[in-house]
DNA sequence: GTCTATAGCCGGATAGAC
DNA sequence: GTCTATCCGGCTATAGAC
């Protein structure tokens, strides 16, 4: 059937990604993995490019919708942070994000790649500023935050750890402990009686002024 | 001379991999770069694998001793980000991060690889270490801030915006001035009088000992 | 140290049988 | 839709002349 076939080369290219890397993968490998004939690569997709491009979305689309559920319960920015967690040791682990690190690797040098990697990314990036704005709502970043921006960074720093978990799990595990500090010093923040938080506002406030300029 | 064609080697396996990525370097694409004979990457370096791992740590080193004088001048969390945000904007044209995005991809899959980005990325974070633990050390931070964490975090949020500046330049600006935001709610803090700051001081400890715990 | 030449493999892509 | 067979180009790596 050929929806099936499709689907099997899609999880294959997931697969190979994960298991060779954006420069291991090739028609063959990708079959291989599938479990199919290699010339279906190019029935079906037309292309070694056009089917990777194809995989990131779909890989990507189920992925942000495995996590929309947890996302919608988050209430809080330590709520977040715990989500965020349990996403990174998940995923890590089933090499997941690793996908979105070598589609973004293989972007720098393919405009195609670019675009694909941009739309998937964009599907994160969506989920991430909706779970933000809630939770920013009563803090003082709430009100002058960029959360398009704030979505974007979280997204990039995400994919740079999963990077960096590879090559150094100890150095991992330290640099989000210390993200879990920063996010305890903003919700300290948000305890701060009237007085001192109108004054926070006014110090992101102009600080944002001088950002802008600079 | 020897000296000088291990150097092109070198500063050749650098432009390949930022013009062609890590899946379109090849002993051919590099000597082209460098300009020398393709036999000569075998004479050399024993492998294109062996040239690649030599090639990350030979261009760190140039770097970073690049902005070992800026980072020396560093005396607030607002000169960091004003000297980050510079090396990104810089290093970006020069396509000098991309590079160690590149091999942080290939590593994934590539034990030896991993071992090579590795020492490189310690070259960095050796430097932010010692720039962040100068700047924190008068605030409520630095004295339970986890500062080789944060200066890991610090790297690899820095890779992965350079990553995605090339898919979606708007984007990546709009994560940096939300970068700026977080950095000036963090100064804020700094200028606390001394009761707020012990109770951040409290607030931080409390969040990083659940945080241990988690 | 540097070059040419080449072995031998793996890659994308297509033609054409079924 | 799926398969086999194949073209042809680029790849790593080495042998051997200079």
């Given at each position: 059937m050929s929806s099936d076939t499709r689907d099997r080369l899609l999880q294959g290219t997931i697969d190979?990604?994960?298991?060779?890397?954006?420069?291991?993968?090739?028609?063959?490998?990708?079959?291989?993995a599938a479990g199919v004939n290699q010339a279906l690569v190019f029935y079906h997709f037309g292309s070694v490019d056009e089917l990777l491009a194809a995989a990131a979305m779909w890989s990507t689309e189920q992925q942000v919708a495995a996590y929309r559920e947890p996302f919608e319960?988050?209430?809080?920015?330590r709520e977040l942070q715990k989500v965020g967690r349990e996403l990174h040791t998940r995923e890590s682990a089933a090499g997941n994000v690793t996908v979105l690190g070598q589609m973004l690797a293989g972007a720098q040098t393919n405009p195609a790649f670019a675009a694909a990697t941009r739309d998937a990314l964009a599907l994160w990036t969506v989920e991430i500023?909706?779970?933000?704005?809630?939770?920013?709502?009563?803090?003082?970043?709430?009100?002058?935050?960029?959360?398009?921006?704030?979505?974007?960074?979280?997204?990039?720093?995400?994919?740079?750890?999963?990077?960096?978990?590879?090559?150094?799990?100890?150095?991992?595990?330290?640099?989000?402990?210390?993200?879990?500090?920063?996010?305890?010093?903003?919700?300290?923040?948000?305890?701060?009686?009237?007085a001192s938080r109108a004054a926070a506002r006014r110090a992101v406030r102009t600080a944002v002024r001088r950002s802008v300029r600079a």
């Amino acid at each position: 059937m050929s929806s099936d076939t499709r689907d099997r080369l899609l999880q294959g290219t997931i697969d190979a990604l994960r298991t060779q890397g954006i420069a291991g993968v090739s028609a063959r490998t990708i079959a291989a993995a599938a479990g199919v004939n290699q010339a279906l690569v190019f029935y079906h997709f037309g292309s070694v490019d056009e089917l990777l491009a194809a995989a990131a979305m779909w890989s990507t689309e189920q992925q942000v919708a495995a996590y929309r559920e947890p996302f919608e319960r988050v209430r809080s920015l330590r709520e977040l942070q715990k989500v965020g967690r349990e996403l990174h040791t998940r995923e890590s682990a089933a090499g997941n994000v690793t996908v979105l690190g070598q589609m973004l690797a293989g972007a720098q040098t393919n405009p195609a790649f670019a675009a694909a990697t941009r739309d998937a990314l964009a599907l994160w990036t969506v989920e991430i500023e909706r779970v933000l704005a809630r939770v920013l709502a009563d803090s003082p970043l709430g009100e002058v935050a960029d959360v398009p921006g704030l979505a974007r960074a979280v997204a990039a720093s995400f994919i740079g750890m999963e990077l960096l978990a590879a090559v150094d799990p100890e150095g991992d595990k330290a640099a989000f402990r210390a993200l879990d500090q920063l996010g305890a010093l903003l919700e300290y923040l948000d305890d701060l009686g009237p007085a001192s938080r109108a004054a926070a506002r006014r110090a992101v406030r102009t600080a944002v002024r001088r950002s802008v300029r600079a």
